[in-house]
């Protein structure tokens, strides 16, 4: 480990919080919003300081208090079935693995490292700690500390690049501007680095440039912007693809009706077989109708889609237009030029460019808010922050036949306790007193912008049932002579999208004010951990990590209590009661009836029992240093924990280290079913099923008494990620997987994510209710919770990085005047006990005309449904039935646009929707991911731990972990903070003289061509040539020079932009690890048999034409 720079940061209080916790409410204040006005708020979550009761208008006493509980009331009947009491519904996925085989094992296909052989296990035994008591008493036991972690800054995410490419998306006004024939409309080259051309200069440039006429359908000019005046370019419309029979493919190589077509041709060859394909600006549309000079449009024409290719000067083929398409047969072999395809590195940097600048506001309803991948400010004015909530639709059909007609889910992503950016006010604290928040009285929603004052302010009306409620008197307020409450903007529930209420005793579990929730750290004392240096590392690690839990605003040190437990086969307990002299453990090895030996001195403060805490820590390593347990038990240990949360009255969390099957005679007892055998065959499903109900049984119990579990695993071969990480799953905890772990190689990554989870923000014994205006309501929701019934979302504890996708269906209609309302509401008990309510409202736009949906919808948000829904699916289905839905679904999605959006053209034109021109190459990604199109390099448990980190992933998470950011190294400017603006995912815009990064927030890469130059091989590497990089090392040199510096900056960076820490590969061209690299170059067809981009659009296009004709 290279940890010597590092070693600094963790000595230092909230180093890595970036003055979170100092961020006063002061700062960053919405307009309108007098801060005297708020109780003292210190910042997010942890920000609020109970002591100090707000005052004036939002502390009023008197009233009745909430007749009921909050989110446990409403009595509506959905159509929510998916999860059955408690039955699992998820599983796992992975990743954990690929990064891991750099270092120790050479990754390839097939091959599975075998380290597992190195820690043979010992011959078995039973012995228990002879001398457990007396170890206990030895003192004094000095270790050499491991080297903390990294220094990581979890800041807000940055980004950067001011792009000048520009495809200003402007109105159609343009169409009749240029009424002449485009001829090489330019589309920027995103990998060349050079700004795109513009074809007029000094002109905009249309974006629907190459749409064949969509005046016919009415979309004209105006018409195509979005009633809140974002610029959203209206529609899209695609080249024609070479997708059908004739034109892309030879029809040998595509096979109809079965995706994947295994095409033979490697991406490489789309260079040469250019002719006669559509290239279009990746940014928009493509075709031109050269016959169609209709309708005022300006007439698009045959070549039009030749663009400035400055990495290929040659190109020059023109299209040759629309006729030779369905019905002229084109030359066999013609490929698609990728650069005439849509381009995600294209939409990403026009959305920076346009929609980076401005702030942007929440006022209006229905706004699509800026990409996930663009830096923005946001400044909630009564919507809630896309950061907390998106939605793939922000224009609802008005309809369910509208809805079935389109197929676009209607959803929404929401991250209740989202880390907000340094320079946005955290959502406010508001307290009602004795009375608690102000609710509908029929469907409980509570008080928010949308709420009708009427009859003077003295009642209002639901916006969400239309129940009339009556004002209490200690609420009462005039109104204005617009009808708005004179106090509006002095309150937030009245003015913002997101804020707090203070929940009373009536919003608290059996009518009791909360105990502080409770940490228990459980260790893996077997042979195994130890072997591998994990127990020694995380013991060290430990005395110092415990400093940072989480505290309440500016409290000077934590109310939550820890507690200890290490385990083998038995289960030792430990009594680190501040009055003890050394700490003492107490073994329980009938473990069929997990019970907890102690309470008092089990779980303590941290200050108080510093010294017996510390003395323990010491312990732990030496007392187990020659143990020979091999063997392992899992479900009592969760028992264990669960039993002493119970014990103590309160909610908590475990951190689980875990480095085996759990194979001890014990409840929960796995046994190896690994068989991979089973991939694509109606059995596959079974591997991503937990192999007993028990610990199903168990999350339901973890779930009532507010006992999330996060697993840290260390396996050395199957553990059954699948089954062990149900309870994870089910009880909103996280899991981190570090396979073939040794403490030397892994041990920063390891310690990096684990103080990252100990820190964050998380609420405990949480409920979230998703309410809707009427019309439709929430029926489907994707996560790591639990659910009893059909509409509380039920979740021992949510953190700040998780998130739940929501499906919204119909039940009655929508609209347009009134639009739709969503108010999310998270019940939760803070890290000091204290009870709250965090609000989110979102207004929606409804519409009657489908174009105002395809124009306000966002492909993001759309991805990360179909990847939780697909995701979900393979516990049921086999994995071809998840892929064949989900293309299926899409073709609709996009014929439908054709068919009702679109002008009519040749149907061998692709016509894509502006907002969804990249739902291809997106689906594209999620298809050939490892969980639903596994190679044979991808072990059982990596596929189901990757099924489970994406569960609880949010937009921007599912957008870099399906289509990686690819940065050119040696394009950057030492100068500028700014990333150098990424390439697209192909390994043919790799320059072989070039030093590339790659992330997609699991795996971190730096990939070196050969023949890059040596004195920038020397600044980054300190070695003089290619030939002598040490691909084996896990961090960059520390030298002192701009691009060296730069370098190590950006890692750092993206590192802090990411909830796990990512551990830096280098990879050499044409080494063996290249193919591990190669792997995430997503617009590449797949060693596994995944499509490349350009054969699934053509495969698409043929999908969509099917279901046209
Ligand atoms: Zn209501």
Redesign the pocket.
């Known amino acids: 480990m290279n940890q010597q720079g590092h070693m600094a940061s963790y000595g230092q209080p909230q180093s890595g919080y970036q003055g979170y916790q100092q961020f006063g409410y002061n700062s960053q204040h919405t307009a309108g919003v007098p801060t005297s006005q708020y109780g003292p708020y210190n910042g997010p979550v942890q920000g609020y300081q109970p002591t100090a009761v707000p005052q004036g208008p939002l502390r009023t006493a008197a009233g009745a208090p909430p007749t009921s509980l909050p989110l446990s009331t409403a009595a509506q009947s959905t159509a929510y079935n998916q999860y059955g009491q408690g039955d699992v519904q998820n599983g796992p996925a992975m990743s954990d693995q690929l990064q891991r085989f750099p270092v120790s094992q050479p990754y390839m296909p097939g091959s599975h490292p075998m380290p597992y052989q190195q820690y043979a296990p010992l011959p078995n035994n039973t012995q228990q700690l002879p001398n457990q008591m007396a170890a206990m008493q030895i003192s004094g036991s000095t270790s050499n500390a491991p080297p903390p972690p990294a220094s990581q800054s979890y800041g807000p995410p940055t980004s950067h690049h001011q792009t000048t490419t520009s495809f200003p998306l402007t109105g159609p006004a343009s169409y009749t501007q240029y009424p002449t024939p485009l001829q090489n409309i330019p589309s920027s080259v995103p990998q060349s680095g050079n700004p795109p051309q513009h074809p007029f200069p000094g002109q905009p440039v249309p974006v629907s440039t190459f749409t064949s006429s969509p005046t016919s359908t009415g979309l004209t000019g105006s018409t195509l912007l979005p009633p809140s005046g974002v610029p959203r370019p209206p529609v899209m419309h695609g080249p024609p693809l070479s997708g059908q029979p004739q034109a892309g493919l030879p029809p040998s190589q595509h096979p109809t009706g079965h995706y994947p077509p295994q095409l033979n041709h490697r991406p490489a060859g789309l260079q040469s077989g250019m002719p006669g394909v559509v290239t279009g600006p990746p940014a928009q549309g493509f075709q031109a109708h050269p016959s169609q000079p209709s309708q005022g449009l300006a007439p698009q024409q045959n070549g039009s889609f030749g663009q400035v290719r400055s990495p290929q000067p040659n190109f020059a083929a023109p299209y040759t237009g629309a006729p030779s398409y369905p019905s002229q047969p084109q030359p066999q072999q013609k490929r698609l030029d990728p650069d005439s395809i849509p381009s995600p590195i294209q939409v990403i940097e026009d959305d920076k460019s346009n929609r980076g600048t401005e702030p942007f506001s929440t006022g209006v309803r229905g706004q699509v808010p800026p990409l996930v991948t663009t830096d923005f400010v946001v400044k909630d004015q009564g919507n809630s922050s896309p950061r907390f909530i998106r939605c793939a639709a922000y224009n609802l059909p008005c309809t369910s036949d509208m809805a079935k007609q389109c197929q676009v889910p209607l959803t929404a992503v929401i991250k209740p306790l989202a880390t907000l950016p340094a320079d946005e006010a955290p959502p406010y604290i508001v307290d009602h007193g004795e009375t608690g928040p102000i609710r509908?009285?029929?469907?409980?929603?509570y008080m928010c912008p949308y709420m009708q004052f009427i009859e003077g302010g003295r009642k209002f009306q639901?916006a969400?049932?239309?129940?009339v409620t009556e004002v209490l008197p200690h609420y009462f307020q005039h109104l204005d002579h617009t009808g708005k409450r004179m106090d509006c903007y002095d309150r937030p529930e009245l003015s913002l999208g997101s804020y707090e209420f203070l929940a009373t005793v009536d919003y608290c579990k059996n009518n009791k004010i909360p105990n502080p929730p409770a940490f228990i750290f459980m260790i893996d004392v077997s042979y195994n951990a130890l072997k591998s240096g994990l127990v020694q590392l995380l013991c060290e690690e430990l005395k110092t990590l415990l400093d940072y839990l989480p505290r309440e605003g500016n409290a000077e040190e934590s109310a939550i209590r820890v507690g200890f437990v290490t385990y083998n086969k038995v289960l030792h307990f430990y009594n680190v009661k501040s009055s003890l002299a050394q700490p003492q453990m107490m073994v329980v090895s009938d473990i069929t009836d997990m019970f907890v030996p102690l309470l008092d001195g089990f779980l303590v403060n941290i200050n108080e029992s510093r010294a017996v805490i510390n003395s323990l820590l010491e312990q732990i390593p030496e007392m187990f240093a020659d143990t020979r347990e091999t063997e392992t038990v899992f479900g009592p240990v969760i028992q264990a924990g669960l039993e002493a949360l119970k014990a103590a009255e309160c909610a908590g969390k475990l951190f689980i280290f875990h480095s085996t099957l759990p194979l001890a005679e014990a409840p929960g007892k796995l046994k190896n079913r690994d068989d991979k055998k089973l991939i694509n065959t109606d059995k596959e499903k079974v591997l991503f099923q937990p192999q007993t109900s028990f610990y199903n049984n168990l999350a339901k119990e973890c779930v009532a008494q507010g006992c999330c579990v996060d697993l840290f695993l260390f396996p050395n071969q199957y553990v059954d990620v699948a089954t062990l990480g149900l309870v994870t799953y089910q009880t909103g905890g996280s899991i981190y997987k570090y396979t073939f772990f040794q403490a030397q190689v892994d041990g920063d990554r390891f310690l990096n994510d684990l103080h990252r989870d100990v820190r964050k923000v998380i609420g405990f014994d949480a409920v979230m209710r998703v309410r809707t205006s009427t019309g439709i309501r929430a029926t489907d929701f994707f996560g790591s919770f639990y659910m009893s019934n059909t509409t509380d979302v039920e979740l021992a504890a949510l953190d700040c990085d998780k998130a739940i996708t929501v499906e919204f269906k119909h039940d009655d209609k929508l609209s347009e005047d009134v639009g739709a309302q969503i108010q999310c509401a998270l019940l939760y008990t803070s890290c000091s006990g204290q009870r709250r309510l965090r609000i989110h409202n979102l207004s929606l736009n409804c519409c009657t005309q489908l174009a105002d949906l395809y124009r306000n919808c966002e492909t993001d948000t759309l991805i990360n449904y179909f990847v939780k829904l697909a995701y979900r699916g393979v516990l049921s289905n086999p994995t071809k039935t998840v892929r064949d839905n989900l293309i299926n679904q899409s073709a609709q999605i996009l014929a439908c646009y054709r068919k009702n959006c679109a002008s009519p053209s040749s149907a061998g034109q692709l016509i894509l929707p502006e907002c969804m021109k990249l739902l291809p190459v997106y689906l594209n990604c999620v298809l050939k991911s490892d969980v639903l199109q596994p190679g044979t390099e991808i072990s059982t448990d990596d596929r189901a731990y990757i099924r489970q980190l994406v569960t609880s992933m949010d937009v921007a998470e599912t957008n870099v972990f399906f289509y990686p950011r690819l940065l050119p190294v040696h394009k950057m400017d030492v100068d500028s903070d700014d990333f150098p603006v990424a390439i697209r995912c192909s390994e043919e815009r790799l320059s072989k003289g070039g030093i590339y990064l790659l992330e997609n927030g699991l795996n971190l890469f730096i990939w070196v061509g050969m023949n890059t130059q040596h004195d920038l091989i020397q600044s980054i590497f300190n070695v003089q040539s290619f030939g002598q990089i040490d691909s084996a090392m896990t961090a960059l040199p520390m030298l002192d020079n701009p691009c060296s510096k730069k370098l190590r900056s950006m890692v750092d960076m993206i590192r802090a932009q990411r909830p796990r820490f990512m551990k830096l590969m280098i990879v050499k061209q044409d080494d063996k690890m290249e193919l591990l690299f190669k792997h995430f170059l997503m617009e590449d067809k797949s060693v596994n048999g995944g499509a490349s981009y350009v054969d699934f659009l053509c495969h698409m296009h043929k999908e969509i034409r099917q279901l046209l004709s």
């Open positions: 509908c009285n029929r469907c409980k929603a639901c969400f049932c239309s129940c």
